[in-house]
């Protein structure tokens, strides 16, 4: 357990051991947890059986990318992944991270080349992300003011389906709303 009640299962540091895990002890494993806690999953950056049955199991695929050729590119491959996998387009979220108003790509770009709007942006805010992770705190813990922490607490508002998410690069904090708003606001 971390503070403010997060409960965190890391990989093994050992990479003959997740190896070991293939797509029905990842089920396995989702399934039981999902019992017991609600569960958000960073995947591997790469499509696997593993990454599969965790996507099948989710409610909800944030697919998180940047603004660059090979970054759409590589998210319009899962997009595609995913629609022949017959996913409901309400499943797929994509959030553009490292956001900058002077992108040579922008936010309309990427819109056009994934089909699909960018459910939200993260702000490239490189001293905040950069103090937090020296740290090993929280971005929302060490300096909860900035852009980046604002927009990972009106990212997780939109997500957990409150209506006080700003629109995209909003400036408006998010009310108490889901329990995921409220642990990543515990910092303020």
Not at 22 to 28: I, K, L, R, V
Not at 30 to 47: K, P, T
Not at 70 to 90: G, Q, V, W
């Amino acid at each position: 357990t971390v503070e403010g009640g997060v409960w965190v299962l890391p990989a093994s540091e050992k990479a003959e051991v997740a190896d070991l895990i293939d797509a029905s002890a990842a089920s396995t494993i989702i399934s039981h947890l999902r019992s017991h806690f609600s569960v958000i999953i960073d995947c591997e950056h790469h499509m696997s059986d593993r990454t599969l049955a965790a996507f099948d199991a989710a409610d909800r695929i944030v697919l998180v990318t940047e603004l660059t050729i090979p970054a759409l590119r590589s998210t319009k491959r899962s997009l595609e992944l995913c629609e022949r996998l017959n996913y409901p387009d309400s499943k797929l979220y994509v959030v553009v991270n490292r956001h900058h108003s002077g992108d040579v790509v922008t936010l309309k770009d990427a819109q056009d080349v994934l089909g699909r709007e960018v459910f939200w942006s993260i702000p490239n805010d490189y001293r905040a992300f950069s103090d937090a992770l020296t740290r090993g705190r929280p971005v929302t813990e060490r300096d909860s003011g900035s852009p980046l922490a604002k927009a990972y607490v009106q990212l997780a508002a939109k997500l957990g389906g409150t209506s006080e998410a700003s629109p995209i690069n909003g400036t408006r904090p998010a009310d108490s709303g889901s329990r995921l708003s409220r642990l990543l606001r515990r910092g303020k």
